[in-house]
Each structure stands twice: as structure tokens, then as C-alpha cells.
């Protein structure tokens, strides 16, 4: 049986221990302060090791397989390297992977020929996003697509959270969207991008573009993070429109007709369990990585994701 460590005591490791709960693994959880680690006990009701993982890890004398990584994003590329340093092959770590361009870039460096590591987009993984995928299929692919990913700032502003990770809410946050939106209709291809904007903790804050996917599937996007607007993905095939707004939920919309229709599909895990994170886990424990996105995939990813933000 694989031996799992789940790194963290917030909320997303809250998350990741119902569903790993709910499969039967064998799985050992670290935090960093006690009373955090005391907090996340008296949730679950599973022990939480506080201490640190690289105190846990140098007194145990069996390494896990696998690991699950759910800390804080300015922290995700030194715990990644030093979970790869101490010889765990398997490694599902937060999204983005990094705080910004370069540590993504060296973290893929970092775990070349050493570790199979996967970056946590767990919307690949909603049953409103399976089912989209399985309908465009049928439809015969995308043919069209847009969408948006306004984040609010009036909200993002009040946060506690470091400076550093408002200054790159871009890749930490917006993401999530972009990244389902290509995994949907096809890594673009060609791109023509524009951004304005300025707020105090981040810029750009205003986004337009459009272009084509190596799916021959035009695409246009926007965002205003000054205005209003919300997360939302369309994708027209040649026989309906598929709606993702909220992407929990699959809607669409009949050829000839301009009403919007929910589509009848079980909706019971992403209800049961935070959305998209117990079939993120079984794909990494059951080594499905078709649908896992690879740190090499996310590097790869930053040529375009980079000039979406006005950075390149």
C-alpha cells in the first residue's frame, strides 16, 4: 500500500483529508505550529503532526511515496524542493507551484529525472468539467470559446494575506480559470493579448484577447478586476453551447434557442467533498496523469499565461 503525507493544516488540507478518509489510504498529516496542527484534530478528527515536515521527515526512518502539499503559496517551491531532496517520488503540490515565473520554472528544473510532480488544478477534475469534456468530444471538438476571469478586488484588497501574493494574484488565483478554460479547447497557438490597469497590489488589472488554439478553436477572453463580472467559461461545439458560470455547473444552450438549460448530471461528489478533490486524488494515488497538469505542463504554460498578464 502507498504510504501518503499530506503537508499542512488550513483549510485545503481539511479538504484533501475528508477525501483521503473517504478512500481508506493510509496517510500521515504535518502542520507547522501546535495549535494549528491541534485545530485541524479537532476538525477531523485525524492527528496532525505539528513540528514542521522536514523536522517529521528527518526522524522517521521509512519515506512516504507520496505526498500531498497544501500550504501557502509563498511557501509551495521550498517545501516542494525539500520534499524532492529527501527522495518522494510522487508529488501533488498546491497550485500555482510557485509565487511567481521563476520559481515554477525552477521547481520543473528541480524535479527533472527525480519525482513526478503534479500541480493542483482540482477544476479539471469537477463533474461539471467531465462532463463538458465528454460532450465536446461528442460534438466533435470546440469550435469557439470565451471567457472571463474577473477576480473581485474589493474583496481581495481586505485580505490578510502578504503582499507578495496579491502582487502575483495573476498566476496564484486567475489561473484556475485560464488553465480550464485551454484544458477544455486546446493550448493556444496563436495569441494577441492587452492589458491595463493599475491598482496598489496588483497590475495589470483590466484584461482583453483573443486567438487560436492547436484545436482550431477561436477563443477570446476579458476580465476587469475593477468592475464587476465573475469566473465563467463558454465553449460552442457545432451543435450547442456549453455554459460554465459557476463552473460547478454545466448549463447549455440549444442551436435556435436562447434558453439555458442545466444539465442533468450527478452532482453528488462535487457536493459531498470541496469540488474536484477526490477525483484530483484518486487520478494521483491511482497514477492517472492524463488529467493531472505536470509541473513541465505548467512551465510550459507560463509562455502564454506570461503575455496574458501583460509580462511578456
Not at 503534479?118 to 466533435?140: C, E, H
Amino acid at each position: 500500500m502507498k504510504k501518503l503525507i499530506l503537508v499542512g493544516s488550513g483549510n485545503m488540507s481539511i479538504a484533501y483529508c475528508k477525501a483521503l478518509k473517504s478512500l481508506n489510504l493510509d496517510f500521515t498529516v504535518v502542520g507547522n505550529s501546535e495549535s494549528k496542527s491541534q485545530d485541524f484534530t479537532s476538525k477531523t478528527g485525524e492527528l496532525c503532526i505539528s513540528g514542521g515536515i522536514e523536522n517529521y521527515l528527518n526522524n522517521i526512518d521509512h519515506k512516504p511515496s507520496h505526498a500531498i502539499l497544501a500550504v501557502q503559496v509563498e511557501a509551495l517551491h521550498n517545501i516542494s524542493a525539500m520534499l524532492i531532496k529527501h527522495g518522494i517520488s510522487n508529488i501533488l503540490v498546491e497550485k500555482p507551484g510557485g509565487i511567481d515565473e521563476n520559481e515554477i520554472t525552477s521547481l520543473s528544473e528541480i524535479a527533472k529525472n527525480r519525482c513526478s510532480l503534479f500541480v493542483a488544478y482540482n477544476r479539471r477534475f469537477y463533474q461539471s468539467v467531465i462532463k463538458s469534456r465528454q460532450m465536446i468530444a461528442d460534438d466533435g471538438g470546440p469550435i469557439s470559446a470565451r471567457f472571463e476571469f474577473t477576480e473581485w478586488s474589493h474583496i481581495i484588497e481586505k485580505l490578510n494575506k502578504p503582499e507578495i501574493l496579491k502582487k502575483n494574484w495573476f498566476l496564484a488565483n486567475s489561473t484556475h480559470v485560464i488553465d480550464l478554460a485551454f484544458y477544455l479547447i486546446g493550448k493556444p497557438i496563436e495569441l494577441s493579448s492587452y492589458t491595463s490597469g493599475n491598482m496598489e497590489w496588483h497590475k495589470p488589472s483590466i484584461y482583453s484577447g483573443a486567438g487560436v488554439t492547436e484545436k482550431k478553436c477561436l477563443f477570446s477572453y476579458y476580465a476587469n478586476w475593477e468592475s464587476s463580472g465573475r469566473w465563467a467559461i463558454e465553449v460552442n461545439t457545432a451543435k450547442r453551447k456549453l455554459i460554465l458560470s459557476p463552473l460547478e455547473i454545466l448549463q447549455e444552450q440549444e442551436i435556435g434557442s436562447v434558453a439555458l438549460k442545466k444539465i442533468d448530471i450527478d452532482y453528488s461528489i462535487d457536493e459531498e467533498f470541496k469540488p474536484g478533490i477526490l477525483e484530483q486524488v484518486k487520478a494521483f494515488i491511482g497514477g492517472e496523469q492524463r488529467n493531472l497538469k505536470s509541473i513541465d505542463e505548467q512551465k510550459n504554460d507560463l509562455t502564454f499565461l506570461l503575455k496574458i498578464n501583460g509580462k511578456s
